[in-house]
């Protein structure tokens, strides 16, 4: 059955090219970027460009072109596209893209009915609020507040939400003013194809701070269990020869004070043997 209408040039175009892009590129990132406005989703493509060709086609063409593909592992990639997400080509590695994309978020500011992402809190010091309803609105979170030079100064710092609590009308409406901005915006990797390897990944996450704060844990614990043992690495080793020093002193110790019990034990024979003398002489001149 022949088609009634025929398929447009520029959409053949966009095939070919999405098909040659999933062909020659090292990486294929799919990012969700729901809720990105508009502004934020170019400005994010900016900072990409020269890293990354960022596409949002549409589902049936991204479809079509992975379908086109010689390589069946790829394919894969079709159970995680859903609505609202944009399909990143680079030759950086999956990972190297991924963080690309955390680096590039963007504050954002809080709308009540959010859930906190962690303890929201209003730093104590000055601002540019003028006294007037502001006045009220800080009271009621019970933010402690005095004026100075016609400006609000906040006295103490406080929290005003916690981690996972619903942010309230009231609270949101503070922390614009206050410009505080608790929620970052960006492209949220989803998946990531490695043409490479012919791999894919999930579930990616990329916590670089959290990261390097677990590992200088897992140092802090596995240092002293390494000297403990005797592990002998760059570094422990000043450890394992401060350790050797410490019991050298000890045994230096030990040794001194068996010495020492030791000549005051032949003293004391000494003198024993001296006084049997000293009797015994004494009883051959009684007898004499």
């Known amino acids: 059955m ?10 053949i175009k966009s095939l070919k090219e999405l098909a040659e892009l999933i062909k020659t590129k090292k990486t294929i990132l799919i990012a969700s970027i729901k809720d990105i406005p508009a502004s934020q989703f170019q400005e994010i493509g900016k900072k990409l ?3 990354a060709i960022v596409n949002v086609p549409k589902k049936s063409l ?15 990639i079709k159970e995680k596209i ?33 859930l906190a992402p962690e303890d929201i809190g209003v730093e104590a010091g000055p601002t540019e609020l ?11 979170l019970g ?12 006295k103490k710092s406080k929290i005003i939400v916690k981690e996972g609590e619903e942010i309230s009308a009231n609270a ?3 922390m614009n003013k206050l ?19 012919k791999k894919l990944y999930v579930d990616i996450n990329i916590d670089r701070e959290g990261t390097v704060k677990e590992l200088k844990s897992s140092y802090s614990r596995a240092l002293p269990f390494a000297v403990e043992i005797g592990y002998i690495t760059d570094g422990t080793i000043r450890f394992l020869i401060g350790k050797a020093g410490m019991h050298e002193k000890a045994l230096g110790k030990l040794v001194k004070k068996d010495v020492v019990e030791k000549v005051k034990s032949e003293e004391v024979k000494e003198e024993k043997v001296e006084d049997v003398q000293t009797d015994k002489s004494k009883e051959d001149v009684k007898n004499d």
Do not use: M, T, Y
């Open 172 to 174: 949101a409406d503070v």
């Open 2 to 11: 022949k088609r009634e209408n025929p398929i447009p040039q520029s959409k």
């Open 130 to 140: 003028i006294p007037g309803p502001a006045v009220s609105e800080l009271g009621s």
């Open 62 to 76: 991204i479809f079509r072109a992975l379908d086109s593909s010689e390589e069946e592992s790829v394919k894969a």
């Open 82 to 114: 859903g609505n609202s997400v944009a399909v990143l080509f680079s030759d950086l590695d999956c990972f190297d893209l991924a963080w690309e994309l955390v680096k590039n978020k963007s504050p954002a500011k809080a709308k009540a009915g959010q």
């Open 143 to 154: 933010i402690q507040i005095q004026i100075e030079k016609g400006k609000i100064h906040i």
């Open 49 to 51: 460009r020269g890293k």
């Open 179 to 197: 410009d505080i901005k608790p929620f970052s915006i960006g492209f949220i990797p989803v998946c990531a194809f490695d043409n490479q390897e």
